[in-house]
Structure formats: C-alpha cells, structure tokens
C-alpha cells in the first residue's frame, strides 16, 4: 500500500526550494565567482591561519580573478581545524555565533564547526533541497533517526524537514521498536537515518511482525556513512522504498552538501554555496572532471567558519555531462571509499589514532591493538582488541580489571561512542611485515 | 622463604590453559601448583613449578607475557581447625593479602595454602612473629 510519489505532474513541477538548482550554468558561475572572491576576501581577512599561507605564497584576495584561480590558493585540512581548537578559524565575531557543533578529529582532541544565523539559514535551505530533490514536500511526515546533538546529522535534516513545510518526527536515534512503532502509528512517508540502521528498521519489523512494505514510507534519504548501490537494492526490495543517498560533513556545514534526485544517477553538489574539485590526494594536482580522486570543498558563502579547499579524503569523480533530471548542478560519484584511514561506526568519524591517543593515555605505551568492526542486527559494533604487554601484565586479577576499567573510560571519552574492549594474549594480533592490521572490518556493505 | 610464582596472562578460550602446561612438560619442568584467576574473558593462569626460571625462559620463548611473582606457602595440618588456626593468626597480623589459593599435599597429611602479600618481607616477619611456619621453597618442591 506504498502511495506512490505524489502525482506524476508533481514530479516534473520544481519545489520552490528547489530553484536555485536549475540556475544556468553560466549564472551559477558567476555568482560562484563572486561569493569565492568574498568567501576569500573574509578568510584573509579574518582568519590568521589563512593569512599567513596566502602570505607564504604571495598571494591576495585580489588574486582570485576566475574560478580557476581556486587553484592556487592553500588547501585546508582536518588537522588545522584540530590545531586551531576550539576557535582559531573562526572569521566572525564570537557574539554572531549562534550554534557549535562538534565532530571528531585525529587524535582525541575534537573539532568544532561554527555557524552564523546566516549559516544555520543555508544549511536549513539545502538540507530542504534535499529533501525536496526526493520528492519530498509539505504533507509528508518526515522521521528522523540521525543523533540529535552535537553531531550535525540530526538537527541538519531537522530543520530542513521543517522548512520544507513537512511534518517532522524528531526521533533521533535508537530504540528501535519505538522507531517502528511511530511509523506506523503516525503513518511516517519518509525516513532519515544511516543506511545499516534502516536495514536494522527492517528486521526489526520483521521481528515485531510487521511488512515494512505494508507501511505508508516510501522514500528513506541515507547517509552518514559509505554504502553501496547492492545495498540500495536490497533496501528497496525488503522495504519498497526508493533509496536517496546525501552527503555531508560537520566541516563544510553537515547533512546537506550533497544529495541524490530521484534519477540516483550521482549527488548532486550544491554549488551555489559548495564549490567542489577534484584532486590528485598525492599531488594536489586538480583532476579533469571525470577522473577519480579526493574531493575538495569551498565553502563559497560561509560566514562563521570559511573553509577553503578543504580536503574531505572521500574519493570519488566529478560526474560529466548533466542530470536527466535538469539541475545544472554538476554531481560527484557515490562515495566508496577515503583517502586516509578514517572509519565511520554508526555514523561517526573514528580514527585509529585516536585509540592510540587513548590507550597511551592509559598506559604510557602503545600495545598492540586492533580494531575489529562488526554490524549485528544493523546496528555497528566496535572492539578493541589489546595485546596485554610485560608493563600492563600483572598477577592480580583486580589490576587487570581496573586497567580493563581504564581503558574502557578513555576510549568511550576519546571516542564518544562504547566499544568492546578485548584484553587478548601478547602476539596474537596478527602482524604484516612487523606491522599490525589496525582496522579489520567485518561489515558487509 | 620466598617462593617464586609464575603468572601468565590468558584468554578465557578453549585450549588457552592446555597450550602453556604442554609446552612446560616438553621443557620437562614439573607443575607443583596451578591456579586460575579469570573473568568471562580472560584470566590469569598461577604456576608453582619444579623449575621457575626454565618455566619463564621456556614460555618467553612461545611469545607468551610471563610475571614472575614472589608467594610464601604456610603448611596447614590436615586436620579440623588447622585452617582457621593458620587464618586467625594472620588475622591479628593486619596484612594485606592479594591473593590465596590452597592445595593439598597428597603425599602427607598437610594441606598448603599460597598467600600473595602486598609486602611480602613484611609479611614474612610477622607471620614469623606469630609463630607461623613458613615453607621454604626447597621444603615445598621435594619430591
């Protein structure tokens, strides 16, 4: 009993939201220019960090004369927004400040984005165009079972449901029976939340003896975490939604970069506010669109924080040509896979250094370890295996315990989500050329 | 008095008390005591053996992590009372004990208890002072 979208008519008739998408191209080039003339203008401006590389190589603002020109401008990574904790790249006043989120960085030390009223305003409008590219739109009861806090997932799909005019559920994440019990109750059309936490949905259901088919949800917009189009296929065959990927992350504004429309042919970038480009992750070197490498986004009007040319390491390829579905928007490829080691568990950002960090907290060395993923009833599951070494290695049971204890409390800090932690016996973590495999990942996609 | 203890960190999996027990009888050293401190995960496996320095070089060298630790064995008649006697008199002496475990002598009438002490030279003196008989390691690995 899945309604089908709406009427036909509906789907070639543009969302108001969605106008911005079809600027042409020509337009939409020019008013990237300018507002990257400005984004930059205000990051040089502001932004000592920035300053003092444009300084190193010779270059102004006014040296950004063509979109090609983004070029030569320094490259933001990750380990700048961590260095400069918690403020240091901020480029307004702390008093135009409205909201801060937190994401995880490299090390135990977390990153914090910041957002303008300003800013919060264009994250709400292309978290609408999402949604709104789903074919989603006032009348739909819209769920959502991304966190809500601190994390950007939750509140960034909040309040672009709510500006579409749709219903919304916030029901963050978790408690599953709750989750399937207020679709059905409340006759939810749409679903926000991680890819395998959806599948977990499914099963759930099963379990309570329920058909999610029989259910009135017909799309579910996934994303958080990298999945695969046999994924997608296997959603939509269990559930008889249509599946929508989006992309985001904290450090350009959150949910909302990028989504898919509904020819699932690609994500379709926002460019009007996110300029991306392609990059050889080695060299730097800019890519043809077509060709595969690291993503780079230009935050082109952000206020609060600016982020030039930040260097995602997702990879994936600028797609050519345009969208059957009209948009002049260019899109990039699903994402598969990172150009650094970072791992994503429930949807957030772990790095294996960051177990390093806490387990040298704790013990002063580092042992061993290795980090084994899993997903059980679609739900990720994190272990910790710890080789126990001479130094930790005591004859009283107690000690173990407590360093168990120890350990146990600075990963949950460090890593803001619980893992199991294995204490396992010295040289039983299996090692390639004298080096441990630190991530075995078990999940299938 | 001292008796030297060997300690190894196990996990609690089938086959992980088997491995360590075989490769000491190939080394040809005699296990006298065998204890296991454990948890649902793992555990810490407790040897007295005929030979603790072969016992430590021997495991080391199976890429296990080995703790030597030093004990002191208090003989218990086997009789009724002979444990609460020995227990009562530690009692008085207000030591910190870690640990203990208990076995019986097969070849006597004697029961012999293993104390882990925070201090052990603390500990010998008192228990000494209260008149409590301590093994040496010699008494306690004759054959």
């Known amino acids: ?445 | 008095m001292k008796i030297h203890q060997i300690s190894l960190f196990i996990e609690n999996k089938p086959g992980h008390i088997a491995a360590p027990a075989r490769l000491l009888a190939e080394a040809g050293v005699d296990i006298r005591a065998l204890y296991l401190a454990d948890t649902q995960q793992y555990g810490i496996l407790l040897f007295i053996v005929s030979d603790w320095e072969k016992a430590e070089k021997t495991l080391e060298a199976h890429g296990y992590v080995v703790k030597v630790t030093d004990v002191l064995a208090i003989i218990v008649t086997d009789r009724p009372g002979g444990l609460a006697d020995v227990l009562g008199a530690l009692d008085g002496t207000g030591l910190n004990i870690e640990y203990m475990y208990a076995f019986s002598d097969v070849r006597g009438d004697e029961a012999i208890l293993i104390f882990r002490f925070a201090d052990t030279d603390a500990a010998i003196a008192s228990l000494q002072a209260a008149g409590v008989k301590l093994m040496t390691s010699k008494e306690l690995l004759k054959n």
């Open chain 1, 1 to 445: 009993m899945n309604s089908t979208m709406e009427s036909e008519s509906n789907v070639a008739t543009i969302h108001p939201a969605s106008e911005p998408d079809y600027l042409p191209v020509a337009e939409l080039r020019k008013l990237q220019l300018q507002r990257l003339q400005a984004v930059v203008t205000r990051a040089w401006q502001h932004v000592k960090l920035f300053r003092s590389r444009m300084d190193e190589r010779g270059l102004s603002p006014e040296d950004v004369r063509s979109l090609d020109d983004i070029q030569k401008l320094p490259f933001t990574k990750k380990v700048d927004l961590r260095d400069t904790y918690p403020f240091g790249l901020i480029a307004s006043p702390m008093e135009d400040v409205v909201r801060l989120h937190v994401s995880s960085g490299t090390t135990g030390k977390p990153i914090v984005v910041a957002y303008t009223k300003q800013d919060l305003d264009v994250w709400t409008s292309v978290a609408m165009r999402c949604l709104a590219g789903c074919g989603l739109h006032r009348g739909d009861i819209i769920q959502i079972a991304y966190g809500y806090g601190l994390f950007t997932g939750g509140l960034g799909a909040h309040y672009g449901a709510e500006a579409l005019g749709a219903t919304v559920v916030p029901a963050s994440a978790g408690k599953a029976d709750r989750q399937i019990m207020l679709m059905k109750d409340f006759g939810v059309t749409a679903m926000c939340c991680t890819p395998s936490y959806f599948l977990h949905l499914i099963e759930c259901a099963e379990s309570m003896g329920l058909d999610m088919k029989d259910l009135p949800i017909r799309a579910g917009i996934f994303g958080a975490e990298p999945w695969t189009d046999s994924m997608r296929k296997h959603i939509e065959k269990k559930s008889g939604i249509e599946a929508f990927d989006i992309y985001g992350l904290s450090e350009i504004i959150g949910p909302g970069v990028g989504c898919e429309c509904r020819q699932h042919d690609g994500l379709h970038i926002f460019e009007d506010h996110f300029y991306p480009e392609v990059i050889d992750p080695e060299t730097g070197e800019t890519q043809p669109d077509g060709s595969e490498g690291e993503l780079v986004l230009t935050t082109l009007n952000k206020q609060a924080m600016p982020m030039i040319r930040y260097r995602t390491r997702d990879i994936t390829r600028i797609l050519p040509g345009v969208c059957a579905c009209g948009r002049t928007l260019r899109r990039i490829d699903r994402i598969g896979r990172r150009s650094d080691d970072m791992i994503i568990v429930r949807g957030i950002n772990i790095f294996p250094s960051q177990v390093e960090t806490a387990l040298l907290a704790v013990e002063g060395t580092l042992p061993h370890y290795q980090i084994v993923l899993t997903r059980e009833h679609g739900l990720d599951k994190m272990e910790v295996r710890v080789e126990v070494t001479a130094q930790m290695f005591t004859d009283k049971i107690g000690a173990l315990q407590s360093l168990h204890d120890k350990l146990q409390g600075a990963l949950d800090r460090v890593l803001g989500i619980r893992v199991r932690i294995s204490l396992v016996e010295a040289n039983t973590i299996e090692r390639s050329e004298g080096k441990a495999k630190r991530v075995i990942d078990r999940r299938s996609l």
